[in-house]
Each structure stands twice: as C-alpha cells, then as structure tokens.
C-alpha cells in the first residue's frame, strides 16, 4: 500500500505512469504532474475504470474510502459508475427543482447583469427599466414554470393598448432572450416569449416622424416646454437636443468627459473652441445605416450649448451622466421624458424629439438655397451624421467642414434661441 508521503513525492516522467495501492486502486500520474486516483474493476466481463479526483483534493484516505464503497456496490451487483450517475442524475433533479422555484424577475436580473457590460449605459439603462414598468408587475413574480404563451402575450398587449407596438416587441425579444438564457443554464426547458411573436400587432408602416419644420413654430416648442413645471433636467435636455439636432439617445446618454474645450465658469481668457465629442460605441446604439457605425461623431458647441451645459453642471456635476434620471442617478434620462413633456404642451402627432432633426436640416437647407450656399447641404449632412458611402471620403470630410459646421451651429443657435429665458432660470422651476 502507498504512503502519503510516496504519493507527495511523486513527480512526473517521459510518459503517464500508475503506483498501484491495494483493492485495485492506484495512482495516475500524468506526464503534465496531474496526479489522480484511479480504479480497474470488472463488470459483466467488461473492464471498466472509476476515476475518484486529483491529489491531494482527494486524499489516499479518501480514495481508498471510494474504493471501499465501489467494491461493496460490486459484491450487490451494482456498477459502481452507474451508482454515480444516479447521484449526478439525483443532484439534478435537485437543481432543477431549485430552478422551477425561482422568478423571472431574479432570472430576468441575473441575464441583465450578465449582458449590460457590452451595451452602452443608455441602452442598459432602457431594458431593465422597460421591464421594471412592463414586464415585471405582471411576470416579476412568477416562476419560469408557472410561464406560458398567453401570460406572456397578455402582458404585452398592455403595452399594445397604449399604442406602444414597437415596444411591445422589443420587450418580447427580451423576454425571450431571458428565457434562453434560463434554458442554457438549466432553469427552463421551453421559451414561451418565442410562439408570441406571431401573435402580436403588426409594426405600422414607418412614415416621417411628426416635425414643426417652421422657424417661428419651431420656438414655440421649446417656449411651451420650458414654462411647463417639468423637471429642470428634462428641459435642459430638450433645449440641448434642439441646439445640436442630435439623436434624441445620444443626449440622454451622454456623460460629463463626451466635451472638449469647453469654459465651465464663464471666465476664460482667449477663444474657445468647445466641442461634443461623441464615441463610435454610443454611435453604433442609435445609428440605423451601416456605414455610420465605424466613426465618432464630433458636434461643435453654440455659446449657447455651452451656457445649458454649464447650468447642467450644477444640477449633475457630481456624477457621471448629464442627464440622469429623476430616481436613480446612475440611469439615464427615461428615454420618453422629452417626447411626454412635448405631449403635455400640446405638441403631441406634431412634434417628437427626433423632430429636432428635420427642423434642423429643413430649414438650415432651405437658408442655404436662398444664400446660394448649395454646398453646405453636404456639411448639414455631417452635422446630422449621415455619411457619404466612401467612407476615406466621410473621414476626411468631417475634419475638413470643421469649420464651417461651427459657424452654421451658431447661426442655427442665433435663430432658435430668441426671447428663451435663460438656462439659469429653468433651475427655479420645481417639477410638478
């Protein structure tokens, strides 16, 4: 029989070697110094092999308690391999008991965990807070059992009733990917969210976004906005939006290091050139062509942006987002809190956030044309990111009008923000 102290001495060779024991133990010593307990043993004329763990997690005094137990299974007849599958079968049935008992929320939670360090913070933010209000009311509770197509279905046509069709659908693909995520770790055997989506409303065809296209009507958006009691955040982030004609994500996302050069107290000395810079990565969240995806966007700043921003500061400074969210301040803006706001004053069918887009580039061109500034259709283009297929082209492009958007951004600026209070003064406003 082997020692402990053989068995610590043993160190690898040219080739795998056993040192037997007794009962017909042994150990296997792999030429890589992997040292593991092995066992010979006949069954029905068939040799087999038991393998009992590596040295020393399993001890000599361990293994030869393993072999014992094996032998006493050979002398009932029982293989002692198939004695382990029953217990691994066993523990199982075990853990699939535990899983039928767990929530889709706490399964939901653990898949959001998992996949939100490759989303960017806005989009994360969305999905978990899309569940929180839709999702998780009716479903939270429930275990994954207790789960079907209709329970399912009947929780999005909720939000089908309310006219949110595109958001019913996404949260179908979340919730079906929840479920496959409970069916590759064993808590789930079906998708119920999967048979549902045929089910649904269909999509209605995508037309133009409701957008005021008129200079003077365009104001009147913002004057109804800002005298409203909303939240000082949510105004600041509208009148931004307007400012920039960004996409309406690329403001609630953005975060304090996004800007370049820009003059946080009022009193430099020199000119300033301030800019937003905006990554590739939070460019990809919201882009819908291909070829955009590939570059940053740079967005340069009207004194004006620059005076929201500075008011901004001193609401949310402290943190990381510009514009958080009026519970937590580590999400962002809810992504309805601009076009909700837009609804409550009026404008709701005739403007959206995304309308600030083609208010932008309606009129900017149409100025353009009565100046006979043809060429700057192109530089309104980059301001909006649509890109030119050649992309070394897009690339030198945007270096290239630098300049020339910088100025049309003020004279957009100058034009938009005429009679506004200033962006100190929304700060007073209490939110209703």
Same mark, same amino acid.
């Given at each position: 029989m082997l020692t402990d102290a053989q068995v610590r001495a043993a160190k690898p060779r040219d080739k795998a070697y056993k040192m037997a024991d007794s009962g017909g133990l042994y150990l296997y010593v792999a030429k890589t110094g992997l040292r593991s307990w092995r066992m010979k043993f006949q069954f029905q004329n068939k040799e087999k092999l038991l393998t009992f763990g590596p040295y020393p997690e399993v001890s000599i005094t361990a293994a030869r308690d393993k072999r014992d137990e094996a032998r006493r299974l050979l002398r009932e007849? *029982?293989?002692?391999? &198939?004695?382990?599958?029953?217990?691994?079968?066993?523990?199982?049935?075990?853990?699939?008991? +535990?899983?039928k008992e767990m929530t889709f929320e706490k399964v939901a939670r653990d898949w959001h965990a998992l996949q939100s360090p490759r989303w960017a913070p806005v989009h994360a933010a969305d999905v978990i807070t899309s569940m929180e209000r839709d999702v998780f009311p009716d479903l939270g509770k429930l275990t994954l059992r207790? /789960?079907?197509?209709?329970?399912?279905?009947?929780?999005?046509? +909720?939000?089908?009733? $309310?006219?949110?069709?595109?958001?019913?659908?996404?949260? @179908?693909? $979340? /919730?079906?990917?929840?479920f496959a995520y409970a069916m590759s770790e064993g808590f789930a055997a079906t998708d119920p969210a999967a048979v549902v989506m045929r089910a649904l409303k269909p999509l209605p065809k995508k037309g133009k976004q409701p957008a005021i296209v008129k200079l003077d009507q365009v104001r009147k958006v913002l004057v109804a906005a800002e005298g409203s009691g909303a939240s000082p955040v949510t105004k600041l982030a509208s009148r931004l939006l307007a400012l920039t004609g960004v996409?309406?994500?690329?403001?609630?996302?953005?975060?304090w290091d996004e800007f370049e050069d820009v003059d946080w107290?009022?009193? %430099? *000395? &020199?000119?300033?050139?301030?800019?937003?810079?905006i990554p590739a990565a939070r460019m990809k969240l919201v882009l819908d062509r291909?070829?955009?995806?590939?570059?940053? #966007?740079?967005?340069?700043?009207?004194?004006?942006?620059?005076?929201?921003?500075?008011?901004?500061?001193?609401l949310s400074g402290r943190g990381k987002l510009v514009f958080p969210g009026h519970r937590? %301040? #580590?999400r962002p803006l809810s992504e309805n809190a601009?076009?909700?706001?837009?609804?409550?004053?009026?404008?709701?069918?005739? #403007?959206v956030p995304h309308g600030w887009r083609a208010a932008f580039s309606t009129i900017m061109n149409e100025r353009a044309e009565r100046a006979g500034s043809r060429h700057d259709r192109a530089v309104i283009d980059l301001m909006l990111a649509h890109m030119p297929k050649d992309k070394v082209e897009a690339a030198y492009n945007r270096a290239a009008y630098l300049t020339r958007r910088?100025?049309?951004?003020?004279?957009?600026?100058?034009?938009?923000?005429?009679?506004?209070?200033?962006?100190?003064?929304?700060?007073? @406003?209490?939110?209703?």
């Open positions: 007849n *029982i293989d002692p391999s &198939g004695a382990r599958q029953r217990a691994r079968a066993e523990k199982e049935e075990i853990r699939v008991a +535990k899983a207790e /789960i079907e197509p209709p329970t399912v279905l009947a929780t999005l046509r +909720k939000v089908e009733a $309310r006219n949110a069709i595109e958001t019913a659908r996404r949260l @179908r693909q $979340r /919730i079906s990917a929840v996409r309406p994500a690329v403001v609630r996302g953005v975060t107290t009022g009193e %430099a *000395i &020199g000119p300033r050139r301030p800019i937003w810079r291909k070829d955009e995806e590939a570059f940053e #966007h740079i967005v340069p700043l009207s004194w004006q942006a620059v005076e929201v921003l500075r008011e901004t500061r001193r937590h %301040a #580590h601009i076009g909700y706001l837009y609804n409550r004053v009026g404008f709701h069918g005739r #403007h910088r100025e049309l951004a003020q004279e957009w600026a100058d034009m938009l923000i005429v009679d506004l209070m200033p962006p100190a003064d929304l700060l007073l @406003r209490i939110e209703e």
